[in-house]
């Protein structure tokens, strides 16, 4: 008796590992495409019955490292910050709009703009809070394109 590991059946040459669409006699009759789980399938002849399924074994894609859910988990619980636009004298409005678009996921045009327009006004503003690592993210960028920005913690003060 052979047993086969669904998630790779498709390098197998052997007709009854690599089904044509329609066979009914294959093994794994669509249930086997889930992504990260290997079920390990005792094959029997076409005709012969069904094969048994063994509990099913989770494959870790990169051991040790924590998977994109538990990243974002830790992100949201971790305390918020806030990017901070400074004003200068070197950089148009059009462009200082341009680069909040393209550097803030999710921004307007008219948020980008009321943000510019503050950080003009009163020599600074609040472009977004969100995690540290998002916070630092945004400043590298936004320095990047040639803005003055900074982050603090979002928890003390106005």
């Known amino acids: 008796m052979e047993t086969a590991f669904c998630g790779r059946i498709g390098l197998s040459p052997n ?3 690599n089904p044509k669409p329609g066979d009914k006699h294959s093994l794994c009759r669509g249930r086997c495409n889930v992504r990260g789980i290997l079920m390990a399938v005792s094959a029997a002849a076409p005709g012969k019955g069904g094969g048994v399924l063994d509990r099913p074994v989770i ?4 051991p040790g490292r924590d998977s994109e859910f538990d990243l974002r988990k830790s992100r949201k619980m971790s305390p918020p910050y806030r990017v901070m ?3 200068d004298n070197f950089n148009k409005r059009e462009y200082v709009v341009q680069v909040l678009m393209k550097v803030i996921p999710g921004m307007t045009v008219d948020n980008a703009v009321n943000i510019m327009q503050e950080a003009h006004i009163n020599g600074l503003a609040v472009v977004i809070i969100c995690a540290q690592a998002d916070a630092e993210d945004h400043c590298t960028q936004l320095r990047g394109n040639g803005l003055l920005s900074s982050i603090e913690p979002a928890s003390g003060g106005c």
Do not use: C, D, G, S
Not at 59 to 62: D, S, W, Y
């Open 15 to 17: 007709p009854v590992f």
């Open 59 to 62: 494959e870790k894609t990169t």
């Open 85 to 87: 636009l400074h004003n």
